[in-house]
């Protein structure tokens, strides 16, 4: 959830709001161990000043936002800001645990910035995600650079879907700005687009594809209100990212750069991509 309100005089909260109502007095003095760490203060039509029971449990209480009940625009932009501060962490992630089949050798490995592929982009995204890691194969975990960290897929033989799972089951309070590792044409600005754009309110922040209009999973930024609904669509017999967010409510962008989305999984596509940069 985004916020959860919670009746006071039924069960308690991580932080209160408190309502100064003469019809209410009694009623919140009983309640009074109840105010752990108020917000803010609101004064209803029939009061005149915060009681004084009030301002002896709160002794900053002069310091927190005062408002009218009929202020409503003032009480909204609090609880905007609220939902601001409460941001979860953006973490990055790396999509390098694949078997590239088609390629013939793996997508991760392959260099074309002068760096393994997988480390390329792991260091692309420590620029927008305070921690990256790489998503990888429990039998690929020892060959990675211990500079990088990596988490292993406990969700088996899924595919991408299943390296999304894993990351939200080792931190399901992330949320995760996930990259596949077979995008040589990524670039800074494409990145800083997505998490420009964010919206914390949505399931995940994707891009367009360029080739059929559809929500881009693996390059999208998956908030932490998307793992059940992962799980949910798993437990329907669904393993393609693309389809939970064609069927949620996510923020598209259109990318400034279309062939940043561009992927490379066959050695003619890997040509392809090799005469363009030379281009």
Not at 38 to 49: G, P, R, T
Not at 109 to 123: L, N, P, S
Request: with cysteine.
């Amino acid at each position: 959830m985004d916020a959860v309100l919670v009746n006071g005089n039924h069960q308690q909260a991580k932080a209160q709001v408190v309502v100064i109502d003469e019809s209410k007095k009694a009623s919140l003095q009983k309640r009074l161990e109840q105010l752990t760490n108020v917000q803010l203060i609101l004064l209803a039509d029939n009061a005149k000043e915060v009681f004084d029971f009030v301002q002896e449990v709160i002794p900053d209480w002069q310091k927190l936002p005062l408002y009218r009940l009929s202020e409503t625009d003032k009480i909204i932009t609090f609880f905007q800001k609220q939902l601001q501060q409460a941001k979860p962490v953006l973490n990055g992630l790396v999509l390098a645990g694949g078997k590239s089949v088609r390629m013939g050798q793996d997508k991760g490995t392959m260099q074309w910035h002068g760096k393994e592929q997988r480390y390329y982009v792991a260091d692309l995204l420590k620029q927008f995600c305070p921690e990256v890691f790489i998503s990888c194969r429990p039998e690929q975990q020892e060959e990675f650079d211990s500079n990088y960290k990596t988490v292993v897929d406990t969700f088996t033989g899924l595919g991408p879907y299943g390296a999304i799972l894993s990351a939200f089951r080792e931190q399901p309070d992330a949320a995760w700005l996930v990259v596949a590792c077979d995008l040589p044409l990524l670039d800074q600005h494409t990145l800083q687009r997505l998490t420009d754009n964010r919206s914390i309110s949505s399931v995940a922040t994707t891009f367009e594809s360029p080739h059929d209009g559809f929500p881009e999973p693996l390059i999208t930024i998956w908030e932490p209100k998307s793992y059940p609904l992962l799980l949910a669509f798993l437990a329907q017999g669904y393993t393609c990212p693309r389809k939970v967010l064609r069927n949620s409510d996510i923020n598209m962008l259109k990318p400034i750069n279309p062939d940043a989305l561009l992927n490379v999984n066959t050695p003619e596509e890997s040509e392809k991509v090799k005469q363009m940069m030379q281009e």
